[in-house]
């Protein structure tokens, strides 16, 4: 009877615990019209520069990272002020962001999180 009533303590303990971590697959970043969430890609120290750019019908400037070669650009979310400046060239890194239905859209720049940014040289 001890064993039992102390396993089912053990149990009733082990099961009460939680994970206080924070999903990783949830972002803070805004996409027009979706709710987006990080992928498993991570991309690390992927150097890039910053480029400033006004959509059309907007005064509103945004910004992207534009990577070397035929490599699509980059959205901006989460950069710092301090290296929100055009032609600015850094390393990035940071998740890749997707949402129902993108993976059949041409879009540019790619949702992208910043998690990490610093001056390249």
Known sequence: M?????????????GSCH???????VT??????????R???????????????TPPGTQVVNYQLMRGGISAALGSCNIPSAFAKDS??????????TFP????MNLSPLP?????????D
Do not use: Q, W
């Open 112 to 120: 992208f999180e910043v998690t990490d940014v610093k001056l390249r």
């Open 28 to 37: 803070s970043c805004a996409y027009p019209g979706a709710e987006l969430r």
């Open 19 to 25: 994970n206080d971590n924070v999903d990783p697959s």
């Open 2 to 14: 001890k064993c039992v009533l102390s396993l089912f303590l053990l149990l009733g303990v082990l």
């Open 88 to 97: 600015l060239r850094v390393v990035v890194s940071g998740y890749l962001l």
């Open 39 to 53: 992928t498993t890609e991570f991309l690390e120290d992927v150097p890039a520069t910053v480029i400033a750019y």
């Open 101 to 104: 239905g993108m993976e059949l």
